[in-house]
């Protein structure tokens, strides 16, 4: 099957910092990625859906000049979390699929981010 | 949009017993039907998917079934054992598009 890679696995920043976790389709070329966030026994909430060389669709209610996403190249997308508070502290996960062979959607192994 | 909702959202059976994770969509134009496990800390992990076209699909333990016009799908898992325990999330989507969610539901295997 197809991997995505999604690193840091965690990561602990200082309030009003910001941080950046990226997602790597490693064997296929993604020219669509979906960022999820997960809080503590919820469901995974779409915040966007990244575009290859265009501008990120974010979903209602969530912040664009908060959520940074930045999707330059078919194996990479990033997601920054500009000036993080506590309230950002949570599961952040990417996914993609292989274009043209399947509906599957192959996830990252996440980042669990804490805003201290 | 597509909304999923998924019941119930805790189960406890006992082991070798059968489970059933009920889900109901809104968007009639959803075609793909998949179910995800989660443990604690993981990524999901496809188990089984169903699409439209189909009515019921099996493997090995785990049997989904797709009712279109009601707009309802079902996990079955029978003789169910200790590892499978853990979070069971229903999605559905429109070909490729975004993958929306149900709650989830946590489903405990007593020995």
């Known amino acids: 099957g197809a991997v995505v890679s999604q690193h840091p696995s965690r990561v602990i920043c200082k309030s009003g910092t910001s941080v950046k976790i990226e997602c790597r389709s490693l064997?296929?070329?993604?020219?669509?990625m979906f960022w999820y966030r997960q809080f503590p026994k919820k469901s995974l909430m779409l915040m966007a859906t990244?575009?290859?060389?265009?501008?990120?669709?974010?979903e209602q209610g969530v912040e664009k000049d908060k959520f940074l996403i930045n999707h330059a190249s078919l194996t990479l997308s990033t997601l920054t979390v500009t000036s993080a508070h506590p309230e950002d502290s949570s599961f952040y996960i990417c996914?993609?699929?292989?274009?043209?062979?399947?509906?599957?959607?192959?996830f990252g192994q996440g980042t669990r981010l804490t805003v201290v | 949009g597509e909304n999923v909702e998924q019941h119930p959202s805790t189960l406890s059976v006992q082991e070798g017993d059968s489970a059933v994770i009920k889900c109901t969509y809104s968007?009639?134009?959803?075609?793909?039907f998949p179910w995800y496990k989660q443990e604690l800390g993981k990524r999901p992990q496809l188990i089984i998917d169903?699409?439209?076209?189909?009515g019921e699909k099996k493997d090995q333990r785990i049997a989904v079934t797709l009712n279109k016009t009601a707009k309802h799908f079902s996990l079955h898992i029978t003789e169910t054992q200790p590892e499978d325990s853990a979070v069971y999330f229903c999605?559905?989507?429109?070909?490729?598009?975004?993958?929306?969610f149900g709650q989830g539901t946590r489903l405990t295997i007593n020995p």
């Open positions: 999605a559905a989507t429109q070909g490729a598009q975004k993958l929306v």
């Open positions: 169903i699409r439209s076209n189909v």
């Open positions: 064997d296929f070329q993604a020219t669509t």
């Open positions: 968007d009639s134009a959803s075609n793909y």
């Open positions: 990244s575009n290859e060389g265009s501008k990120a669709t974010y």
């Open positions: 996914s993609a699929r292989v274009p043209g062979r399947s509906t599957e959607a192959f």
